[in-house]
């Protein structure tokens, strides 16, 4: 497999210049939002079976420094690169098997680049607490900026309201790292008119990842709130992450195959609608094992073995649950 690195840049508090650097340090956890087991690292760790965490790291504090987590051990097949908390660690979730210091510090403060990407923040330095300020004055309307480039750079569009077609607005397929400022989340699809697969956006984004950089074709305010627990008013969520975050799949139709909307084999949870009864199969035009999801929340499919495994989705009414 090739190599893929995710650049995920951020600002770590800076002390003064009196204080004494600390060691590079990082912090791994086992549950979402730094919860559950957790694992500190001061030095590199080739292989996380080693010390027993092997495949098991869902969030992250980076105490100090700029890190490389990696899918197998010895820092191979996909990774990508941290110097800020990552609260969710979407596309590696409980999949990371080695890590690395890349450099010391206490908050990256610099120009970094991504390597493999070509990109550089070279044109707009966003490097610094003005995405803390931001979020300190977010009141009243909720607006989104999309940017061409990783790490809010690049060219942007700022929207206030439903943009159902990019293509009007000469943005189409560019969004490469996300803002949000005021009250309330928002929906962007991969295409117009909020079709294909859709992710719910509740904060800044530094690079878009699960697919959907460059593809982001429509946008809008989510009219069903950011509040995890709550449910669609029709159709069906499916989430790449357990716990009902990530990237959102929507639908409201039969899906025969969801590899043709960019979402096979991604969902980790799903909310169905209340009153509504849906089939769930691990297989393209329902066929494979199926189960039966009414009016039901589940934060984590792999309870049912159906976790990464949903291919194809209908409505079924009248038929009882799992």
Same mark, same amino acid.
């Given at each position: /497999? $090739?190599l893929?690195r995710?650049?995920?840049?951020g =600002?770590?508090?800076?002390?003064a210049?009196?204080?004494p650097a600390?060691a590079?340090e990082?912090?791994l956890?086992?549950?979402?939002n730094?919860?559950?087991?957790?694992l500190?690292? *001061?030095s590199d760790?080739p292989?996380l079976?080693?010390l027993?965490y092997? #495949? &098991?790291?869902? $969030?992250i504090r980076?105490?100090?420094?700029?890190?490389e987590?990696c899918k197998?051990a010895r820092y191979?097949g996909?990774c990508?690169?941290?110097?800020a908390d990552?609260?969710? @660690?979407?596309?590696?979730?409980?999949? @990371?098997?080695?890590?690395r210091? @890349?450099s010391?510090?206490?908050?990256?403060r610099?120009r970094p680049?991504d390597?493999? *990407?070509?990109?550089?923040?070279?044109?707009?330095?966003?490097?610094?607490d003005?995405g803390?300020?931001?979020?300190d !004055?977010?009141?009243?309307r909720s607006?989104i900026?999309?940017?061409?480039g990783p790490?809010?750079?690049g060219?942007?569009i700022? =929207?206030?309201?439903t943009?159902?077609?990019?293509?009007?607005?000469?943005?189409?397929?560019?969004a490469r790292s996300?803002r949000?400022?005021g009250r309330?989340?928002?929906?962007v699809?991969?295409h117009?008119?909020?079709?294909?697969a859709?992710?719910?956006?509740?904060?800044d984004?530094?690079?878009?990842?699960?697919? /959907?950089?460059?593809?982001?074709?429509s946008? &809008?305010?989510?009219?069903n709130?950011? &509040?995890?627990g709550t449910r669609?008013?029709?159709?069906?969520?499916?989430?790449?992450?357990r716990?009902f975050?990530?990237?959102r799949f929507e639908?409201?139709?039969d899906?025969p195959n969801?590899? #043709?909307?960019?979402?096979?084999?991604?969902?980790d949870s799903?909310?169905?609608a209340r009153?509504e009864t849906?089939?769930?199969?691990?297989?393209? !035009?329902y066929?494979g094992r199926?189960?039966i999801?009414?009016s039901?929340s @589940?934060?984590d499919?792999? !309870?049912?073995?159906f976790?990464? !495994?949903?291919?194809s =989705?209908?409505?079924?009414?009248?038929?009882s649950r799992?």
């Amino acid at each position: /497999m $090739s190599l893929v690195r995710f650049l995920v840049g951020g =600002l770590a508090l800076v002390a003064a210049q009196s204080t004494p650097a600390l060691a590079q340090e990082v912090v791994l956890y086992d549950g979402q939002n730094y919860q559950g087991r957790s694992l500190r690292l *001061s030095s590199d760790a080739p292989n996380l079976n080693d010390l027993g965490y092997n #495949d &098991r790291a869902s $969030s992250i504090r980076i105490i100090s420094g700029t890190w490389e987590f990696c899918k197998h051990a010895r820092y191979r097949g996909d990774c990508f690169v941290a110097s800020a908390d990552q609260a969710s @660690i979407y596309g590696l979730d409980n999949r @990371i098997s080695s890590a690395r210091l @890349i450099s010391a510090g206490r908050g990256h403060r610099g120009r970094p680049r991504d390597r493999d *990407s070509g990109w550089d923040d070279r044109r707009d330095d966003r490097w610094d607490d003005r995405g803390d300020r931001r979020r300190d !004055r977010r009141r009243g309307r909720s607006e989104i900026t999309l940017y061409s480039g990783p790490n809010f750079t690049g060219q942007s569009i700022t =929207l206030g309201s439903t943009a159902d077609n990019l293509h009007n607005y000469r943005f189409n397929d560019r969004a490469r790292s996300i803002r949000v400022e005021g009250r309330g989340g928002w929906v962007v699809c991969q295409h117009a008119h909020f079709e294909g697969a859709c992710m719910q956006v509740n904060d800044d984004i530094a690079y878009l990842q699960g697919g /959907m950089a460059g593809v982001i074709s429509s946008a &809008r305010p989510d009219s069903n709130s950011n &509040r995890r627990g709550t449910r669609p008013r029709e159709g069906v969520w499916l989430y790449d992450g357990r716990e009902f975050v990530g990237r959102r799949f929507e639908t409201v139709n039969d899906v025969p195959n969801i590899n #043709d909307l960019g979402f096979n084999d991604l969902a980790d949870s799903i909310v169905v609608a209340r009153g509504e009864t849906w089939e769930i199969c691990e297989h393209a !035009r329902y066929r494979g094992r199926c189960e039966i999801v009414d009016s039901e929340s @589940i934060s984590d499919l792999a !309870r049912y073995g159906f976790q990464n !495994r949903i291919s194809s =989705l209908r409505r079924v009414d009248g038929y009882s649950r799992w």
